[in-house]
T-cell receptor
């Protein structure tokens, strides 16, 4: 099956620094990728939809200047958490859309971000 | 707005027994997809089963089957012959079929424990 690689798996950073998370589709082209956030023992909440070659679409309440998304190629989307604060600590998951007559979504393994 | 409700925060089943996880959803759309995802302790999201709303036949995948009641907007997951490896968080999810990339809406999840 299709594979989505998400890196890093976990990251610890100091408050005020920026962190970049990468999401790669390894064996298919993904024109659309999605970024989710998951708090402990809670569901996945969609943050934004990343479209290759265009600006991301953010969900209501998500700060676009805080969570910068870049989808510069058909296999890579990045999420940068800028000026991270402890409240940004969370589990971030990406998914990539594969379209071959039927739409399938494949998830990355997630990134645990801890901001000190 | 579409909502997905999972009324069982936790469920427990003995190994080899059968368990049913409940899910209801609210939508005004007629064409949509429903999914069950499994999230084990590794936190990797794994697709368990999908159901197209236009299909009356309930989807099955080996030990996993669904009871899709479109009029009642109900989509339960039955796990037969439960195994220790089935222990995980299970999320019900909904996606409207617009012909373009559409976002998933997740329920709050049900934690399944499998006991010996």
């Amino acid at each position: 099956g299709a594979v989505v690689s998400q890196h890093p798996s976990w990251v610890i950073c100091k408050s005020g620094t920026s962190v970049k998370i990468e999401c790669r589709s390894l064996d298919f082209q993904a024109t659309t990728m999605f970024w989710y956030r998951q708090f402990p023992k809670q569901s996945l909440m969609l943050m934004a939809t990343s479209n290759e070659g265009s600006k991301a679409t953010y969900e209501q309440g998500v700060e676009k200047d805080k969570f910068l998304i870049n989808h510069a190629s058909l296999t890579l989307s990045t999420l940068t958490v800028t000026s991270a604060h402890p409240e940004d600590s969370s589990f971030y998951i990406c998914s990539a859309r594969e379209w071959r007559g039927i739409e399938k979504l494949f998830f990355g393994s997630g990134t645990q971000l801890s901001v000190l | 707005a579409q909502t997905v409700t999972q009324s069982q925060p936790e469920m427990s089943v003995q190994e080899a027994e059968t368990v049913t996880l409940s899910c209801t959803y609210d939508t005004s759309e007629s064409d949509y997809y429903l999914f069950w995802y499994k999230q084990p302790p590794s936190r990797q999201m794994i697709l368990v089963i999908r159901q197209e709303a236009y299909k009356q036949q309930n989807a099955t995948e080996n030990r996993f089957s669904v009871n899709f009641q479109k009029a009642a907007k109900s989509f339960s997951l039955k796990i037969s012959d439960s195994q220790l490896g089935d222990a995980a968080m299970y999320f019900c999810a909904y996606r409207v079929d617009t012909g373009t990339a559409s976002k998933l809406t997740f329920g709050t999840g049900t934690r399944l424990q499998v006991t010996l």
